[in-house]
């Protein structure tokens, strides 16, 4: 392990680094056909970090069929699965060599703390890839149980083309967490990052080809959701889309595939997500604490932020009063900092959405506890403060739409039953935590929870090896896990009669 860095070498690093905005198709860095390009600006401090191609409809055309001929060919999807798996893991090992380079562009590029993106998203970017490419050769196909002159044989067979599009809050483990069950599996990629974040999605693809992934089966097309995104979802020959990203996206891309080839369609999108405290909570310094983090970590844009926190009302004053405690540990600072525990907001659009949910917060009758406001404005970066509501209703506006920024909104209950109720009384269905030391009421209520995870006694817990995934409008599919593996896979029956 090397010293950690401080923020002046890291910035000496930023300073020294030549950040490459294209895209990658076929194992070349290229132009978008157009030449357009857009700016690439740090929300730390507003500057331009690079010109990044700006790809549309022809660069699509280009890499998708580039991505099939590579499919056609062989050259990776009839490779023995033992030899994906080397392959894989040389390309998680590289991203490890590259940990400080990577950490840094997604820092620059989105806002979040240094140290958490080197520990958590290059962490778990590379787990996302090594652990896919470790389980592809120990995975068996099937055979049906049948009449003694038959031979029924179940097998999985890459689907083809897949197109990835992803978002901005968790850039390179996101795209991992596609990409590794999709190349593990044989497949060929297009992936198109957020126009808010695609610098690693960029440096990895030439980072997989030194890894020994043959060329075109990774590419990357930066660009605006309208424009390539768009083109990718509507396109006739990807055989299945992937998405991160919004609940309004994801029902848009349904569309795309309904009006084109039908395409398989895989969503993981927004959550409004309960933490439920009972009065009964073990250790309220510990559930303080994991709120806390649950609605301050990655400056709040996380899809599984514990947005909503349900309390008792037994706890209710002091639960509050713990957490507007810790939230000071949370006070925004410079993103190269490695002392930083919350970053700069993505950008001035989505600050001034979090500033809009905040407002409609007081309008409405919440009240206001702790923070509500921008912050660091002199260093020319978009910072905000961690923000608490309490006394809020569960039909305010505050509680029903996820906001994707630091802002806790605290509803009152009493009782398991309407604990569930307003748990349940939302449009999504991503994860919830329950907090209580009653064995029955910890699983009667993680039961009656209509969502993809709950957490018990802890908050946004999970390894690759659990699926992760939502309920309701929270999405359909799994990441992580051998679950992920299903999207990614059509599953074909051969059947054969002995003479
Ligand atoms: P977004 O839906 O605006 O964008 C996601 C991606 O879709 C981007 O790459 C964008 O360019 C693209 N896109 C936008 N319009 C498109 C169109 N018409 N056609 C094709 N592609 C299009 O979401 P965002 O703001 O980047 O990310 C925040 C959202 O992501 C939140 O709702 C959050 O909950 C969700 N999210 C979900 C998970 C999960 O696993 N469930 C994880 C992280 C983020
Ligand atoms: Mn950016």
């Known amino acids: ?111 979040k703390p240094i140290q958490y993106s080197k520990a958590v998203d290059v962490v778990g970017a590379a787990r996302a890839i090594r652990w896919s490419g470790e389980a592809i050769d120990k995975i068996y196909d099937e055979i049906a149980p049948t009449a003694h002159n038959e031979i029924g044989m179940i097998t999985r067979e890459a689907v083809g083309v897949v197109a990835a599009i992803v978002p901005w809050n968790f850039p390179m483990l996101m795209a991992c967490w596609k990409l590794g069950p999709a190349l593990a599996t044989g497949n060929s990629v297009v992936l198109k990052p957020s126009e808010k974040s695609p610098l690693t999605a960029i440096r990895m693809a030439q980072i997989a080809i030194e890894a020994g992934l043959p060329k075109g089966v990774l590419n990357v097309l930066p660009g605006f959701g309208h424009t390539v995104g768009k083109a990718l979802a509507l396109h006739m020959d990807v055989d299945t889309l992937v998405f991160t990203g919004s609940t309004k996206i994801a029902k848009q891309l349904m569309i795309y595939a309904g009006e084109s080839n039908m395409k398989r369609v895989w969503l993981e999108a927004g959550g409004k997500s309960p933490n439920i405290i009972f009065n009964d909570a073990p250790d309220l310094k510990k559930a303080a604490q994991a709120a806390a983090s649950a609605i301050a970590f990655n400056q709040g844009e996380v899809c599984t932020a514990g947005s909503r926190l349900l309390v008792e009302s037994g706890v209710k004053d002091e639960l509050i009063a713990l957490i507007a405690e810790e939230l000071k540990s949370w006070t925004p600072g410079h993103p190269l900092d490695p002392s930083t525990t919350s970053g700069a907001v993505v950008d001035k659009q989505q600050l001034d959405n979090v500033l809009g949910y905040i407002q409609s917060g007081v309008d409405e009758g919440a009240t206001l506890n702790h923070g509500g406001s921008q912050v660091m404005q002199d260093t020319g970066g978009v910072y905000i403060e961690p923000t608490i509501f309490s006394n809020v209703d569960n039909k305010m506006t505050i509680a029903k739409e996820e906001i994707f920024g630091p802002v806790l909104s605290v509803i009152t209950f009493d009782g398991m039953e309407q604990a569930i109720e307003i748990a349940n009384d939302t449009i999504y269905g991503l994860a919830a935590g329950v907090w209580t030391s009653d064995i029955n009421k910890a699983h009667k209520t993680a039961k009656a929870i209509r969502s993809g995870m709950v957490w018990i006694n802890h908050y946004d817990g999970g390894d690759m090896t659990a699926p992760f995934g939502g309920y309701k409008q929270s999405g359909n599919g799994r990441d992580k896990s051998l679950h992920a593996f299903d999207k990614y896979t059509e599953i074909k029956a051969t059947w054969l009669v002995l003479e």
Request: net charge negative; with cysteine.
């Open 1 to 111: 392990m090397s010293t950690p860095k401080s923020r002046m070498q890291w910035q000496a690093l930023a300073d020294s680094m030549s950040i490459n905005g294209s895209a990658f198709i076929a194992g070349e860095y290229l132009d978008a056909q157009s030449k357009l390009t857009f700016d690439c600006i740090s929300p730390i401090d507003g500057r331009v970090l690079a010109k990044v191609a700006s790809c549309d409809e022809a660069d699509a055309n280009i890499a998708v069929q580039n991505a099939r001929e590579t499919f056609k060919s062989g050259v990776w999807a009839n490779l023995a699965p033992v030899k994906r798996k080397q392959i894989m893991i040389r390309f998680a090992e590289l991203l490890e060599q590259h940990a400080d380079e990577l950490a840094l562009l997604e820092t620059l590029d989105m806002g």
